[in-house]
């Protein structure tokens, strides 16, 4: 169990109580995600489909093999009864084929739905609890295409690799016992012949394509990666003239991924060719086979149809395997990359030493001293830095033995040249990072003692880069609060004194702000992330360099503004501005 401060909800804003989280809240990491683990959760609708796959093919199989045996028979004129039993089977396979397939592709797809959402949720909630030191070394369109295409493989995984293979080899086995009673060495080229297709042929493709397929998913996620990178990047690109230099280098990456895709192509026509190549080969064995069989009278002569047409019928459903194992290839390297993104080691560790028993000892209700209280009533908790050292990607070190204190309710400076590591600090009192040496704590505790969402509701921080949804004020503002109310909102507005502004708009509330916010100025940017930050129950303010880019009228405007709007709560100004008449300074070298 970790201990946590939270606002309470019985006293809002008057007090903090400790909760006490269940360890398997937390998003675990770890294991390689693997197709068993993939199937586990839906193990049982898996195999209902593969029931009801296995169902189809069979009836198709089957329908194939009465015909032609029906047919046969009857050109003897036997009596009719003699003919009922295969009349039936005939009808029913016909008949039930359909209903079967319809199921097989029902429970089929949502078995693999089912496995997609749980992938969807497990990498969503990895991705929150890393986001954003965990995820330095990812760059965000390859991001993108691990989250969307190499999930979406996990679709096709199962849909098209797994069922596909589990029911082939059930029908394909069973083809083989019914015609290697009747003919054993029919059976034998038949089974020889399933063998070269789903096996052999996906071998083949595999030395052919040299590892093509596999090479797909990262060249797609390269090119898009660098078309993100050349779109954002297109004006500088434009003013240095070097944007002809940029589009040769996606060519070139462009013409990997086309030769590759290509090659991919070419294997896959091969394995139709070979599957082709194999299904004439079963059905002449078994023509010749069952033709000296019945010249032998070993088979009856209206079973020779059978043993011919059979193996068609069972290629019909083996066809898909090469493009299977095709599949499967690509699919393997999403599961590699969606591993990669899995089990990337956690920016912060959860306290294991925090126990119910601390969580008691500390449980802070209105009689107990508790976190400094302000003239409304709202605690608000001392924060401190204590000779940490913290780096971001790998061991290079960002902060060494750095000291701040945030006493409660104070206005706290930190400055320093670029570089020297402010928004390092800030990330270690919002718990995006936790120190290498040293420690944070507040009011006395160990961040690492509180869930770090926890600490992201008591601490608040408008980064240096807040960014704006394409969406409208209102919806962007209510990320700070869920479900505030329109007055709540404008509240917010007023203290960041956006709220005439937002009031002359027709829209108001509504208005739409554009792309990362770009229908508003500069200042009206900021206002609008500081009024969401205000939204929320934070009794600690982080602004990370919040004039940066504006003139110094405004600068020094909104720095008044912030301040204002903080009120009782602890305030944190990371800046490069000289002014600092009122703040507490600490430097950083
Ligand atoms: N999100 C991040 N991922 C990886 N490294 C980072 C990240 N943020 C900062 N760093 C690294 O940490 C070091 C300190 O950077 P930081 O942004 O904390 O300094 P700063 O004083 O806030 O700089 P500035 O005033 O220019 O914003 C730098 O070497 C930087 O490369």
Same mark, same amino acid.
């Given at each position: 169990m970790t201990v946590s401060a939270v606002p309470s909800d019985r006293h809002p804003g008057a007090g903090m109580v400790i909760s006490t989280v269940a360890p398997d809240r937390r998003p675990d990491s770890g294991a390689a995600i693997s197709v068993g683990s993939l199937i586990r959760p839906a193990a049982g609708r898996l195999s209902l489909a593969v029931l009801a796959g296995v169902g189809a093919a069979g009836a198709a199989v089957a329908l194939t093999a009465c015909s032609a045996w029906l047919i046969s028979r009857a050109a003897l004129h036997p009596p009719v009864l003699h003919l009922m039993v295969a009349i039936v089977a005939v009808r029913a396979c016909g008949l039930s084929r359909g209903v079967l397939r319809y199921l097989e592709r029902l429970v089929g797809h949502d078995a693999a739905f089912r496995i997609l959402t749980d992938v969807r949720v497990r990498l969503w909630t990895r991705l929150e609890r890393l986001a954003p030191a965990g995820l330095a070394d990812f760059r965000r369109a390859d991001l993108a295409r691990r989250l969307a295409a190499d999930v979406d493989a996990v679709l096709d995984l199962i849909t098209r690799v797994v069922l596909p293979y589990a029911v082939a080899g059930v029908i394909g086995l069973a083809s083989v016992l019914v015609v290697g009673v009747l003919v054993p060495v029919a059976g034998l080229a038949l089974a020889v012949a399933l063998l070269v297709v789903g096996a052999g042929v996906p071998v083949l493709q595999r030395a052919a394509a040299r590892r093509a397929d596999g090479r797909l998913a990262p060249l797609r996620a390269e090119l898009a990666t660098g078309v993100v990178d050349l779109l954002h990047g297109l004006p500088d690109l434009a003013a240095y003239g070097a944007t002809r230099d940029r589009l040769d280098r996606l060519a070139a990456v462009d013409a990997r991924l086309t030769d590759t895709s290509r090659r991919s192509a070419a294997t896959a026509g091969l394995g139709a060719a070979v599957t082709a190549l194999s299904t004439g080969a079963a059905v002449l064995a078994g023509l010749v086979a069952g033709a000296v069989a019945v010249r032998s009278g070993s %088979?009856?002569?209206?079973l020779l149809a059978l043993i011919v047409l059979t193996p068609l019928a069972v290629f019909e459903i083996a066809a898909p395997l090469p493009t299977a194992a095709q599949r499967w290839a690509t699919a393997r390297v999403s599961l590699r990359r969606l591993t990669e993104l899995w089990q990337t080691p956690d920016p912060i560790h959860d306290d294991p030493s925090s126990t119910p028993t601390a969580a008691a000892a500390r449980k802070?209700?209105?009689?107990?001293?508790?976190p400094a209280r302000g003239n409304s009533g709202l605690a608000v908790p001392e924060m401190r830095v204590d000779g940490v050292t913290a780096g971001w990607?790998?061991?290079?070190? *960002?902060?060494?033995?750095v000291d701040l204190v945030l006493p409660s309710g104070g206005r706290v400076a930190l400055v320093g040249p670029s570089g020297s590591g402010k928004s390092t600090v800030a990330a270690l009192l919002v718990r995006f990072l936790d120190p290498r040496e040293g420690r944070v704590t507040m009011d006395g505790r160990? #961040?690492?003692?509180?869930?770090a969402d926890e600490v992201r509701r008591v601490v608040g921080y408008l980064p240096e880069d807040s960014s704006l949804f394409d969406t409208t004020i209102g919806d962007n503002l209510r990320?700070?609060? @869920?479900? *505030?109310s329109d007055t709540d909102l404008r509240e917010a507005l007023r203290q960041a004194r956006l709220l005439d502004w937002v009031e002359t708009? @027709?829209?108001?509330?509504?208005t739409l702000v554009g792309e990362?916010?770009? *229908? #508003?100025?500069g200042g009206q940017r900021r206002r609008l992330a500081l009024a969401r930050l205000l939204l929320g129950d934070a009794r600690v303010l982080i602004f990370d360099? @919040?004039?940066?880019? %504006?003139?110094d009228e405004t600068a020094a405007a909104l720095t008044r503004d912030l301040m204002a709007a903080a009120g009782e709560r602890t305030v944190l100004l990371i800046t490069h501005?000289?002014? #600092?008449?009122g703040l507490a300074v600490t430097r950083l070298r």
């Amino acid at each position: 169990m970790t201990v946590s401060a939270v606002p309470s909800d019985r006293h809002p804003g008057a007090g903090m109580v400790i909760s006490t989280v269940a360890p398997d809240r937390r998003p675990d990491s770890g294991a390689a995600i693997s197709v068993g683990s993939l199937i586990r959760p839906a193990a049982g609708r898996l195999s209902l489909a593969v029931l009801a796959g296995v169902g189809a093919a069979g009836a198709a199989v089957a329908l194939t093999a009465c015909s032609a045996w029906l047919i046969s028979r009857a050109a003897l004129h036997p009596p009719v009864l003699h003919l009922m039993v295969a009349i039936v089977a005939v009808r029913a396979c016909g008949l039930s084929r359909g209903v079967l397939r319809y199921l097989e592709r029902l429970v089929g797809h949502d078995a693999a739905f089912r496995i997609l959402t749980d992938v969807r949720v497990r990498l969503w909630t990895r991705l929150e609890r890393l986001a954003p030191a965990g995820l330095a070394d990812f760059r965000r369109a390859d991001l993108a295409r691990r989250l969307a295409a190499d999930v979406d493989a996990v679709l096709d995984l199962i849909t098209r690799v797994v069922l596909p293979y589990a029911v082939a080899g059930v029908i394909g086995l069973a083809s083989v016992l019914v015609v290697g009673v009747l003919v054993p060495v029919a059976g034998l080229a038949l089974a020889v012949a399933l063998l070269v297709v789903g096996a052999g042929v996906p071998v083949l493709q595999r030395a052919a394509a040299r590892r093509a397929d596999g090479r797909l998913a990262p060249l797609r996620a390269e090119l898009a990666t660098g078309v993100v990178d050349l779109l954002h990047g297109l004006p500088d690109l434009a003013a240095y003239g070097a944007t002809r230099d940029r589009l040769d280098r996606l060519a070139a990456v462009d013409a990997r991924l086309t030769d590759t895709s290509r090659r991919s192509a070419a294997t896959a026509g091969l394995g139709a060719a070979v599957t082709a190549l194999s299904t004439g080969a079963a059905v002449l064995a078994g023509l010749v086979a069952g033709a000296v069989a019945v010249r032998s009278g070993s %088979l009856p002569g209206e079973l020779l149809a059978l043993i011919v047409l059979t193996p068609l019928a069972v290629f019909e459903i083996a066809a898909p395997l090469p493009t299977a194992a095709q599949r499967w290839a690509t699919a393997r390297v999403s599961l590699r990359r969606l591993t990669e993104l899995w089990q990337t080691p956690d920016p912060i560790h959860d306290d294991p030493s925090s126990t119910p028993t601390a969580a008691a000892a500390r449980k802070n209700d209105d009689a107990s001293p508790g976190p400094a209280r302000g003239n409304s009533g709202l605690a608000v908790p001392e924060m401190r830095v204590d000779g940490v050292t913290a780096g971001w990607v790998g061991g290079r070190t *960002a902060i060494n033995g750095v000291d701040l204190v945030l006493p409660s309710g104070g206005r706290v400076a930190l400055v320093g040249p670029s570089g020297s590591g402010k928004s390092t600090v800030a990330a270690l009192l919002v718990r995006f990072l936790d120190p290498r040496e040293g420690r944070v704590t507040m009011d006395g505790r160990d #961040l690492r003692e509180i869930p770090a969402d926890e600490v992201r509701r008591v601490v608040g921080y408008l980064p240096e880069d807040s960014s704006l949804f394409d969406t409208t004020i209102g919806d962007n503002l209510r990320i700070g609060r @869920p479900g *505030a109310s329109d007055t709540d909102l404008r509240e917010a507005l007023r203290q960041a004194r956006l709220l005439d502004w937002v009031e002359t708009l @027709p829209d108001g509330l509504d208005t739409l702000v554009g792309e990362h916010g770009m *229908a #508003l100025s500069g200042g009206q940017r900021r206002r609008l992330a500081l009024a969401r930050l205000l939204l929320g129950d934070a009794r600690v303010l982080i602004f990370d360099e @919040p004039t940066e880019h %504006l003139d110094d009228e405004t600068a020094a405007a909104l720095t008044r503004d912030l301040m204002a709007a903080a009120g009782e709560r602890t305030v944190l100004l990371i800046t490069h501005r000289t002014d #600092l008449t009122g703040l507490a300074v600490t430097r950083l070298r």
